[in-house]
């Protein structure tokens, strides 16, 4: 049944998508992946074999516990070569928390980050952790507020830290709750503007390249775009993880305009005191 679906979206696909076959299946992981990875599935019949000769052969060794299918929990796809990472998320959080860090700041606010990202930050500052969906956690100087990031629960000019990582590009897109909105990465990057504090930083981050929307995960915006939508404020740094997800620095955005799906990291300033 499942080789039927498969068989039928492919098809159909092909009748209203131009393109090479590669880019045709691309596209049918896509639409398919919320339902059922198609990967995982193939791989993991392979896999089912391979766990059950396991599962003989540990039962026979000395000192084996005794194992029952009532207890088993099948991890049919972690024996890898390497460690697997999402390029984006791993160097965009390296990135902002050593620049951070070093900048000796005490208290930081975070608007809808991966979580993870701010709570360890809360080892070097006092962070506040800003989302529509507040995180229910209790951990020392760390903090979950409910809040927008197209109406931040802040006056104007007075967050001298701040940070928005991998978030702008989903507002509006109606992905996580918040509501349909064309313009929702340009309000909410008004908002970001409109809090940070005269001489403070933003350390910024979403996909950039070939400006597209991918509905309803995320948009990619072009480098200068994103300037454009900044004027007011200064960049003071940029770096990258590109399409081949490697982390570079001392480049300039416009390096990345052609760019399929590169993460941009911007440390911007506000002019000012």
């Known amino acids: 049944m499942l080789d039927t679906f498969h068989s039928f979206l492919r098809h159909f696909l092909c009748l209203l998508v131009r393109g090479s076959p590669l880019q045709r299946d691309c596209m049918l992981n896509k639409w398919l992946l919320p339902l059922i990875d198609i990967q995982h599935v193939r791989t993991g019949l392979q896999s089912y074999w391979n ?125 996580y709750g918040d509501p349909l909105d064309p313009h929702g990465t340009i309000k909410a990057i008004g908002e970001l503007v409109r809090v940070l504090a005269p001489g403070g930083n933003l350390y910024f981050s979403l996909p950039i390249g070939k400006t597209k929307v991918c509905y309803n995960a995320h948009r990619i915006h072009s480098p200068q775009q994103i300037m454009d939508y900044f004027h007011p404020l200064q960049l003071v740094d940029f770096a990258v993880a590109d399409d081949d997800g490697v982390f570079q620095q001392g480049i300039e955005p416009g390096d990345y305009t052609d760019a399929d799906y590169a993460c941009g990291m911007f440390r911007f300033r506000k002019r000012g005191h």
């Open 51 to 175: 766990y059950m000769r396991n599962w003989q052969t540990y039962t026979r060794m000395p000192g084996a516990e005794s194992l029952s299918l009532k207890n088993a929990y099948p991890c049919l796809h972690d024996r890898t070569s390497a460690t697997g990472i999402d390029a984006h998320y791993f160097y965009q959080g390296v990135w902002a928390f050593r620049q951070i860090e070093q900048s000796g700041v005490q208290f930081h606010v975070d608007v809808g980050s991966q979580i993870l990202f701010s709570a360890l930050l809360s080892s070097a500052a006092r962070v506040v952790f800003v989302d529509i969906r507040p995180a229910k956690v209790r951990v020392e100087n760390f903090s979950s507020v409910n809040g927008s990031i197209l109406a931040l629960p802040f006056d104007s000019n007075t967050v001298h830290s701040l940070s928005c990582l991998h978030v702008a590009e989903h507002i509006g897109l109606g992905r």
